[in-house]
């Protein structure tokens, strides 16, 4: 294919001289109109791009280009279509509209390291570098580096030297720089690349004036120059120019430096290159400061820091602060001078600029000093001498002198050994004469056995192509006949559910009418997803575009979600410019784009946070951008997330969805003759970007007289979670329900709510704060939830000791047995698995508490309740640890339920509910039994009086004692002592736990 794309490139050639006498694009378009030829109209579109009299149509060639390379359907060309967009783009300083793009083209081909993306990488190294991005630069450029070596393309391995070059001159390596610059004016001199010398050439030049060599420097730049005039290169020339402009300020000559910027500012302004124009002014404004033109100096610097603003370019920005500082300063405006200093130090810091930090302190010294303010001026002096003692500016001037000295013997024994590889060469060249027979034969032979082998293997893998065809058709068909036969019954569903909700609205039933309503309708979306895609897989996917307001089509795509945006809190906004936008477009598929990209927006947003709909018309096209404040789309993953069942790091966990929207968005754009891109806001977030054309010359074939709505008259009813109401009977059990999913919690909240205390959380963090404060009973957890998942939470349940004898069923739509087993193993009690039997769940829940109440019962009526538990569970480790901390401190009698809540390290409310579960006594009542058994021990023991009993097993008022005793044993303590042998067993042990 890029032997096609160079065969059209020589046409164009051969056009030349056709369009020398006729340079204009009336021209390009009887060319354009006559090609039959995709590569050759590709290439006219680009033309006429460059020789548009506005940017509007300039942008409309290049995005005309791309629907003509989309509709080859070869990657190459799609890939080098969506780069010249891009490079569109970053030329006029747009960075942020180019990168996306730039990806787009990456994700067109299938293979990262085809050498076609080569000018992909160095445009993304050139983005990122101009928005101060330096180790995203890198990477992109030493991607392509490898790419380049691989393929020995020698004039893109040059060029990623030099801009690898810039990449470490704005970090200040310049040892470093100056290494990748000479590596890249040795390959431009080897290939004859004057256009590439030039670049390599000033850049040497410019760091040899940072480095305040300034006859070199001089001697570099006028070089350049001179080559580029050459090959009158208006980019290069100015560059150039602004080079010298540089140099002729080191020199004092500031006449001739501003002749050398205002010449490179006049090509910048005509090239349409802000981020030069924003540089060159300061550089103007410079020459003005120092020739004491303090007004002139200050005006070119607000320009300057005016577009640098509206560019993102920070490093203009902490230059254009600074030099508004010091011009301030000689203009004795002082405030002004320290806000413009700190604004410098601020940017420079945070994009790592140290000689800028150091400029800013010094400016800050200074000033304060000629305001009398001596401890202000010492402090940023300090930091001024710190910050200057760590630069090594001289050893970076020794190390590029080195260096460059390095190359020039190279470079000459190069020559050498060129002479002498010459003369080898010829005494070869007899010898390879009489060995290219042999070869040209055996070359034959083998070509022939070649073109025979690959015959086979293209009618193999022709048949194999065709079988994947058919099936893939096949499997196309299953799809839309079985979606077919689920819509039937669907529709049986949903429409009985919605009269009945219409017609019943205050019925007790209702909730669930509605429950399974909004069910029925998620599953018969799905459906039509499914639908919809096996369309565009079987090639029946139409576009039936007619005009209409297209102004008034999003106000209600916008307002359709406003319900959804107020109940999650979001900030929801639409931004539509001023009059009526009217288009052709084709309502169906435009509607289930926005809606996508609507709806993803919300259900990735926060609580808080805000979502924006905003469309702006520009030449023929419309876009249409949905931003969001949510948690964006990590950067390695931004090229797969519209590629089908894709969801992006951890969404799949965190939330419900099947991957298929965004897929389906992008498909329905495409045949909208559009684009979809999506990019990450730096602010935190994502943007997704729509693009279609939206004039009658698009859609020749594609017009249809009116377009109706999306298919979708089926209601929405919100979720009502409250209005299931649990009971309020006293001493009923409490269930914890863990759910992400609001319908599937009301639902098991309503089966439970009868007969239950009913607590809710929508996660697995939600769910263990409210564990902790409440100790519920029992708790149903999803398996799969956001944050904290079923596993987890059930692990750490069963891992702390105020709450692990709570029991735990595991909610999972995963049926395997592994998964089953694997919640097992964490601890649960149960496992159910989705779609299960209420009353089956309900029978589970009912089995567990009854179980809980079967151990209270038992541990009651053990012959001995306080002796240790000899089983290894929680449960009885509680309990033995439990009898341990009363054994050592029974005796005191201020040893009550505070200290007893804390020697065992629970809150009070917890050791209530947890002795409750096991033992149903309160902490109060197992302490006063516990010394009511030691009591009645101690008074069998011959000679103890009912007084030392009393004292020793903690209590210190005797009437008190002989009361709680008695009410327990059923006789006095001293009728217990006289016959010890006849007393009988506890008669009543709730009147001891119900009397204080």
Not at 235 to 258: H, M, Q, V
Not at 510 to 524: F, G, I, P, S
Not at 542 to 548: H, L, S, W
Request: proline share 3%; aromatic share 8%; charged share 20%.
């Amino acid at each position: 294919m890029r032997f096609l794309i160079r065969l059209v490139c020589v046409m164009l050639l051969v056009l030349a001289g056709k369009l020398t006498s006729a340079r204009q694009p009336d021209s390009l378009l009887q060319l354009l109109n006559k090609s039959t030829s995709p590569e050759l109209s590709i290439q006219l579109y680009w033309k006429l791009a460059e020789t548009a009299p506005d940017e509007n149509a300039a942008l409309d060639y290049h995005q005309k280009a791309l629907a003509v390379a989309r509709q080859t359907k070869n990657n190459n060309l799609i890939a080098e279509a969506y780069t010249h967009l891009g490079k569109y783009h970053r030329l006029r300083s747009d960075y942020l509209v180019a990168i996306p793009i730039y990806k787009n083209a990456l994700g067109a081909s299938t293979n990262s390291t085809n050498p076609v993306l080569l000018d992909t990488y160095l445009e993304l190294g050139i983005a990122y570098l101009r928005m101060s991005k330096f180790d995203s630069a890198a990477y992109y450029l030493q991607t392509g580096m490898g790419i380049a070596t691989t393929h020995a393309d020698l004039h893109m391995q040059a060029s990623f030297y030099n801009m690898m070059g810039n990449v470490m001159r704005e970090k200040n390596d310049y040892p470093e720089a100056i290494t990748y610059y000479l590596k890249a004016t040795e390959i431009f001199e080897q290939t004859n690349d004057d256009d590439g010398l030039t670049q390599s050439l000033s850049n040497i030049g410019n760091l040899q004036n940072l480095l305040r060599n300034y006859d070199k420097a001089l001697d570099y730049a006028l070089q350049s120059l001179a080559i580029a005039e050459k090959i009158n290169k208006q980019a290069s020339i100015a560059y150039s120019s602004r080079l010298l402009g540089r140099i002729y300020r080191g020199l004092k000559k500031y006449d001739e430096a501003l002749h050398a910027y205002e010449r490179a500012q006049h090509m910048y302004e005509t090239l349409g290159a802000r981020r030069d124009i924003s540089e060159t002014l300061t550089s103007i404004g410079n020459i003005y400061l120092e020739k004491q033109d303090l007004a002139a100096s200050k005006v070119n610097y607000q320009k300057s820091l005016q577009i640098s603003k509206t560019i993102f370019d920070s490093t203009n920005m902490a230059y254009s602060y600074s030099a508004l500082g010091l011009a301030s300063t000689q203009l004795r405006q002082n405030k002004q001078a320290t806000l413009y200093f700190d604004s410098s130090i601020r940017v420079a810091e945070r994009i790592k600029l140290p000689l800028l930090v150091m400029d800013g302190y010094l400016g800050l010294s200074e000033l304060y000093a000629d305001q009398k303010n001596y401890e202000l001026a010492y402090r940023y002096h300090t930091r001024y001498a710190a910050l200057s003692d760590s630069l090594t500016q001289v050893q970076n001037r020794q190390a590029t002198t080195d260096l460059e000295a390095h190359y020039q013997n190279e470079k000459k024994e190069n020559e050498i050994r060129a002479l002498k590889d010459e003369y080898e060469i010829s005494q070869l060249r007899l010898q390879k004469q009489n060995t290219q027979r042999n070869y040209l034969i055996g070359v034959l032979l083998l070509s022939l056995v070649v073109i025979v082998l690959f015959y086979r293997l293209y009618r193999i893998k022709q048949k194999t192509n065709q079988k994947l065809k058919a099936l893939n058709e096949t499997q196309s068909r299953f799809f839309a006949n079985i979606s077919h036969e689920f819509r039937t019954p669907l529709t049986l569903i949903i429409g009985p559910l919605q009269q009945k909700i219409d017609q019943h609205p205050a019925s007790p039933e209702v909730n669930e009418w509605k429950l399974m309503h909004r069910n029925a309708v998620r599953l018969h979306r799905l459906i039509d997803q499914i639908l919809d895609l096996s369309k565009i897989e079987s090639g029946n996917m139409r576009v039936q575009a007619a005009e209409g307001d297209l102004k008034h089509f999003l106000k209600l795509a916008h307002a359709s979600f406003s319900s959804l945006a107020n109940q999650k809190q979001i900030t929801y906004t639409l931004h539509l410019p001023e009059g009526v936008i009217t288009g052709i477009f084709d309502r169906d598929k435009l509607e289930k784009i926005v809606y996508n990209l609507l709806f993803n927006a919300l259900k990735f947003t926060p609580q808080g946070g805000s979502v924006a709909l905003t469309a702006f018309q520009h030449a023929e096209h419309l876009t249409i951008q949905v931003a969001d404040t949510g948690p964006g789309v990590p950067e390695d993953k931004l090229t797969h997330i519209f590629d089908r069942f894709y969801q992006a790091g951890e969404t799949e966990a965190t939330y419900e969805g099947t991957g298929l929207g965004l897929a389906l968005s992008k498909e329905l754009a495409h045949a909208h003759h559009g684009t979809l891109t999506a990019q990450n806001r730096e602010t935190g977030g994502s943007i997704f970007t729509l693009t279609i054309p939206i004039a009658k010359a698009y859609y020749k074939n594609e017009l249809v007289n009116s377009t109706s709505p999306a298919d979708n008259l089926y209601k929405e009813y919100a979720t009502d979670e409250d209005a299931v109401e649990t009971t309020t009977e006293a001493n009923t059990p409490v269930v914890l329900i863990v759910e992400d999913e609001t319908d599937m919690r009301a639902f098991i909240k309503q089966v439970l709510a009868n007969d239950y205390t009913i607590i809710t959380a929508k996660d697995g963090k939600d769910a263990w704060g409210k564990i902790l404060n409440h100790v519920p009973d029992l708790v149903i957890s999803d398996l799969m939830m956001p944050g904290m998942d079923g596993n987890t939470l059930c692990k750490k349940l069963k891992s702390h000791e105020a709450v692990s004898h709570i029991p735990v069923i595991l909610l999972t739509a995963r049926a395997d047995q592994q998964s089953k087993l694997e919640g097992l193993h964490t601890g649960a009690d149960d496992y159910l698995t989705k779609p299960f039997d209420a009353r089956e769940l309900y029978a589970r829940v009912q089995n567990l508490i009854a179980q809980r109440e079967k151990l209270k019962v038992l541990f009651a009526h053990r012959a001995a309740p306080f002796a240790p538990v000899p089983e290894p569970t929680p449960e009885a480790q509680f309990l033995n640890k439990t009898i341990a901390i009363l054994e050592k401190n029974y005796a005191n009698a201020d040893f009550g339920v505070d200290e007893f809540t804390s020697e065992i390290g629970m809150s009070r409310m917890q050791l209530h509910r947890k002795l409750k579960a096991l033992t149903d006594k309160s902490p109060g009542d197992f302490l006063r039994l516990f010394r009511l058994e030691k009591a009645k021990k101690f008074l069998s023991v011959k000679g103890i009086t009912v007084s030392e009993a009393a004292w020793q097993s903690g209590f210190n008022n005797l009437p008190n004692f002989s009361r709680l005793f008695k009410a327990w044993a059923g006789v006095t303590p001293s009728e217990f002592q006289e016959n010890a042998s006849k007393n009988p067993s506890v008669t009543n042990q709730q009147d001891i736990v119900t009397n204080p």
